[in-house]
Nanobody, 124 residues
Framework: QVQLVESGGGLVQAGDSLRLSCAVSGGTFSAYAVAWFRQAPGKEREFVVAISWRGGSTTYAESVEGRFTISRDNAKNMVYLQMNSLKPEDTAVYYC?????????????????WGQGTQVTVSS
């Protein structure tokens, strides 16, 4: 069974940085596309960024492009989200998700496996 566990969230001030981590166990991690989504209170869960199974292709939401960077280490079964220049509107629960078919993309429905989420709060 595939499990994803996020970590690294916290409370920071606007302009600060955070790095989220997602540990993936079970299955063939190196074949999965992986993405980060986020959900703010009262809002729909939204796409943040995705990375292909080899890591050669990334797709970012316009709201985070240039500030966030996704990376993966297939040897360690880890995915990372480096978040710089954080804004109060980045406040949300951040979820890691995996697509075992490797297609990835922006749609939540593409991802079969999800973590429990980690809270990121950015104060102004």
């Amino acid at each position: 069974q595939v499990q994803l566990v996020e970590s690294g969230g916290g409370l920071v001030q606007a302009g600060d940085s955070l790095r989220l981590s997602c540990a993936v166990s079970g299955g063939t991690f190196s074949a999965y596309a992986v993405a980060w989504f986020r959900q703010a209170p009262g809002k729909e869960r939204e796409f943040v960024v995705a990375i292909s199974w080899r890591g050669g292709s990334t797709t970012y939401a316009e709201s985070v492009e240039g500030r966030f960077t996704i990376s993966r280490d297939n040897a360690k079964n880890m995915v990372y989200l480096q978040m710089n220049s954080l804004k109060p509107e980045d406040t949300a629960v951040y979820y890691c998700a995996a697509d075992p078919l490797g297609g990835g993309g922006r749609a939540k429905a593409s991802y079969n496996y999800w973590g429990q989420g980690t809270q990121v709060t950015v104060s102004s």
